[in-house]
């Protein structure tokens, strides 16, 4: 025993544990999203005004400020205001307490003109050095909230000389056009000081225009492309119920790592930790905002992560089944995983990389997540976990071959997959048929992200009956609407677009609203709207996407491989993409813009378990010359066959835990993840080498990157 290595694991163990520790309260105050803490997202359009054709730099400049200044009022830490493309506006505000108020104070111009008697426009809101709302006791009750106005140097002098102009005269105040105001002026008034009252139910309102006020008149129109609020009650249910959901799965995952590979399956538990610790500092550091999206991509890299420990693992029990030392086992299977590794973690993360330049808002977030969380797991599974079974296998009491998994027989699978094509394409052919059909025929359930419209989730306080809900909302639309009670009393409903979108027009979500409570106190868990505008470019980006990530990780593969292994890979992922899709037409299950990062995520799986049996194969070719390609295939495949089974468990382990126990915004994504990596474990094992060994069986099986590539002769029929 080397008792340095010894105490080397001890000093790693405790300095690992004190980094936990250590972690917990900076961590904790990591950047929730709104989906976790509820709260606002709305994204703007700015609107030539009248006389204009465009909107220049300077306009969305003055019009950012303004936001910002109007957010400010809000008290909202770390409000996000994020502009995008020529003229528009995103704005996130997580934990905002009431965001529908928030949405009307974002949405209003807040142009405010003071008018003489004949219409004439005498000061406006530029005039304005401050409001602030106040209480008048000695007034009358209708009178009594009001809104104190100081006007700035200019602004008084010109106040001043338009009450001694107007004397005994109406001063109109509008605010956007509509009359808000109409005192009579009794005296001069020199002071710069004015009164708005007369308007105001509550405090609150002449609060509101107070605010408005204090952040200026927007410069120009906007339009509403999107919507979305939170609750704080839904987020933070959705939050408790994805962190339960992590940790049970986390749970079954490391118990399934422990009890089958023992001593390794331990450190890899072990260097979770350490991978988890590298990623949340690194989204710490960085200010990113964690969402539901961001911990489905966090789950996901755990997997991907679990994966090449996966991998180093079966390498490490092939070298200890031939006879070498524990010792020379571990360096020559890292050594020999590497590769494999490095080529399956890139294509993924080429496909991360694009859904990030196309996707917006949380789906962003998971693709960051996603990346970092890549770059992470190879770091924990090239070095912290190979110096871990390093000094291991010093340690006499653990250095037992039977402790790293190696049973007593060493199972050798030899299924003739190749020679089982037509079974395995049936089974293909009976889903991808059906769903084709159904995709003609109705095409896909696309969620309002896509067609445009308005989903509200609303709970009541009391029973209430379904019917009366669907009675009211049915005043509202011309389009049958979906309306889903469950329990709790809650409804989902979805409409048609019921909110026009210009600022100054009243909403229809909000209207809705309104006439839904008079069967009860209702509390609002979310209300999302989304434009026709932003539903078309969902759909132009996700073909985009697919099309860009499917170029460049074939690009990959045909540099590190062979145009052959390309057009294999692509066949493979289209076969995994119209499974998803397959299941999602038969069963009209909604598909929402998650649903896009989804794909490419399974693609970027599938081409990753593609890789792992390419990898054999260009490993095989070279030490095989006398085999056909049929039985080179079938024999790389066999090997890599429980590194296959044992990834696609530990990935749907975290991704059944967060399917059915994890919160419901991420379900569908969920789903649609769960579906692609079994089709994607289904094709890596009984459709690549098949499709390889019918598209090389002309010229034989090419690998390599050099004109002198070694070919393997096909066997004769």
């Known amino acids: 025993m080397n008792n340095n290595n010894g105490i080397n694991l001890v000093i790693v163990l405790i300095v690992l544990a004190a980094a936990v520790f250590f972690s917990i309260t900076p961590l904790a105050g990591i950047n929730l999203g709104l989906d976790l803490q509820g709260g606002l997202q709305v994204v703007l359009e700015a609107v030539p005004n009248e006389g204009s054709t465009s909107i220049s730099a300077d ?8 936001m910002r ?9 770390e409000p996000i205001l994020q502009r995008e493309g020529a003229d528009r506006l995103i704005i996130e505000l997580a934990g905002v307490d009431e965001p529908e108020k928030a949405v009307e104070m974002l949405g209003v111009i807040a142009q405010l003109e003071f008018r003489d008697p004949n219409g004439n426009v005498i000061l406006t809101g530029a005039d304005l050095s401050d409001a602030k709302a106040t209480i008048n006791n000695s007034a009358s009750v209708r009178e009594r909230n009001q809104v104190s106005l100081t006007f ?45 009252s007369g308007g105001f139910d509550t405090f609150e309102e002449a609060s509101q225009l107070a605010a408005l006020l204090r952040g200026g008149s927007l410069p120009v129109g906007i339009e509403i492309l999107s919507k979305r609020t939170v609750g704080p009650t839904l987020g933070q249910d959705s939050l408790e119920k994805s962190l339960f959901a992590a940790i049970i799965g986390l749970i079954i995952l490391g118990a399934f790592m422990i009890l089958y590979y023992r001593v390794p399956g331990t450190w890899a538990c072990i260097s979770l930790v350490v991978y988890a610790l590298i990623l949340l500092w690194v989204l710490n550091l960085i200010k990113a905002t964690l969402t539901l999206t961001s911990i489905a991509g966090f789950i996901l890299s755990i997997g991907m992560a679990v994966d090449a420990n996966i991998i180093i693992y079966e390498r490490i029990k092939e070298e200890l089944f031939s006879g070498k030392s524990l ?13 494999t590794i490095l080529d399956s973690n890139l294509t993924t993360l080429i496909a991360a990389v694009v859904l990030y330049y196309f996707g917006s808002g949380s789906i962003r977030g998971f693709a960051l997540t996603l990346s970092i969380g890549l770059v992470a797991s190879m770091f924990t599974a090239i070095s912290f976990t190979r110096y871990m079974l390093r000094w291991t296998s010093d340690i006499t009491a653990l250095a037992k071959k039977s402790f790293f998994g190696l049973r007593k027989k060493y199972r050798k699978f030899k299924v003739d997959f190749i020679g089982k094509q037509k079974v395995f394409y049936a089974i293909s052919l009976l889903v991808i048929i059906p769903g084709l059909v159904c995709l003609f025929l109705n095409g896909l359930n696309l969620g309002i992200d ?4 308005n989903i509200l989730q609303i709970q009541y306080d009391q029973k209430v009956d379904q019917a009366q809900v669907r009675d009211i909302v049915n005043g509202f639309v011309s389009q049958t609407p979906s309306i889903q009670q469950s329990e709790d009393n809650q409804f989902l409903i979805r409409t048609e677009i019921l909110k026009a979108g210009r600022s100054g027009e009243e909403g229809g979500d909000t209207q809705l609203i309104e006439a839904l409570g008079a ?29 860009i990530a499917a ?6 593969i045909t540099l590190r491989f062979q145009l052959n292994f390309a057009i294999t890979a692509v066949m493979a992922l289209l076969h995994d993409a119209l499974i998803v899709l397959s299941i999602f037409a038969i069963f009209r299950i909604e598909v929402d813009s998650a649903f896009i990062a989804a794909i490419l995520t399974i693609i970027g799986y599938s081409i990753n378990n593609t890789i792992v049996v390419f990898d054999r194969i260009r490993e095989n070719v070279h030490h095989q010359e006398r085999m056909t390609a049929r039985d080179l295939i079938n024999l790389s495949i066999n090997q890599t066959f429980t590194r296959s089974v044992n990834t696609v468990l530990a990935v749907l382990f975290l991704l059944f835990s967060l399917l059915i126990l994890g919160g419901e915004t991420t379900k569908i994504f969920m ?4 579906v692609g990596m079994v089709a994607g474990f289904f094709s890596s094992l009984c459709l690549v080498g098949n499709f390889l060994e019918q598209i090389s069986r002309k010229n034989g099986l090419s690998v390599g990157k050099s004109k002198a590539a070694v070919r393997v002769r096909t066997a004769q029929k």
């Open 519 to 547: 069967l009860g106190k209702v509390t609002v868990l979310r209300n999302e709207f989304i434009g026709p505008i932003i539903g078309a470019e969902l759909l132009s980006n996700a073909r985009w996407a697919l099309l």
């Open 59 to 66: 306009d969305m400049s003055k019009l950012t400020e303004v």
């Open 551 to 556: 170029i460049l990780m074939l690009a990959y």
């Open 69 to 77: 200044r109007r957010v400010d009022e809000f008290g909202v830490s």
């Open 671 to 674: 789903l649609a993840l769960a």
């Open 327 to 339: 010792k020379a086992s571990i360096e020559s299977g890292f050594k020999r995983a590497f590769t």
């Open 450 to 453: 896509f067609t445009g419209g």
């Open 152 to 196: 700035s140097s200019q602004g008084t002098e010109l106040f001043k000389n338009a009450t001694a102009t107007f004397l005994r005269q109406h001063i109109s105040i509008y605010l956007d056009d509509k009359l808000i105001s109409d005192p009579v002026v009794n005296s001069v008034i020199p002071n710069g000081q004015a009164v708005i």
